[in-house]
């Protein structure tokens, strides 16, 4: 199915896509801030910029829009135009998503990720389970936590 938009307005379109301060990373620190935890944002230093991060935890946390990371859950779709660009485009960030949490493992960092689907959509999660999940996850010893739509893992 072609584009609805031409060009410069579906460029225009996407270049408002916000990548930090999103609706569900907002949401995420607000109820973490509530809960007592006090983090730094997006921190330039550490390998992948992490949308929170809990020095005092070791904790870093990354909270993903389930398109822009590629997540197997009912609110990503593959484009049909130009399915190929975004096929590569999805593929570089889920590449990118699994480097910085190595990376970040290898400095002594723990890592966390909040999918979008945790937040909304017809599999969400109520928010206080996912604060609280993410609450003891900071405050654990666990390597790792996936907070998703079905529910969390840790490891």
């Known amino acids: 199915m072609p584009d609805v938009h031409d060009r410069a307005t579906r460029s225009r379109n ?40 809990f020095p005092k935890h070791r904790a870093a946390v990354f909270v993903h829009g389930c398109f822009w990371h590629g997540h197997a859950c009912a609110l990503f779709t ?7 660009f975004w096929q590569e485009k999805i593929d570089g960030n889920i590449s990118r998503d699994e480097s910085a949490a190595t990376r970040l493992h290898e400095l002594g960092w723990r890592v966390a990720v909040v999918w979008e689907c945790a937040l909304r959509g017809r599999d969400r999660l109520s928010l206080t389970d996912v604060l ?14 996936t907070i998703a739509g079905s529910g969390a893992t840790t490891g």
Request: glycine share 8%; charged share 30%.
């Open 14 to 53: 996407m270049a408002a896509v916000r990548g930090k301060d999103t609706k569900p990373e907002l949401t995420i620190r607000k109820g973490l801030h509530a809960a007592g935890l006090r983090y730094r944002l997006h921190v330039k230093n550490l390998p992948g910029k992490p949308d929170l991060a």
């Open 78 to 84: 593959l484009p049909g135009t130009r399915a190929e």
């Open 132 to 145: 609280d999940e993410l609450s003891l996850w900071i405050r654990s010893d666990a390597a790792r936590l």
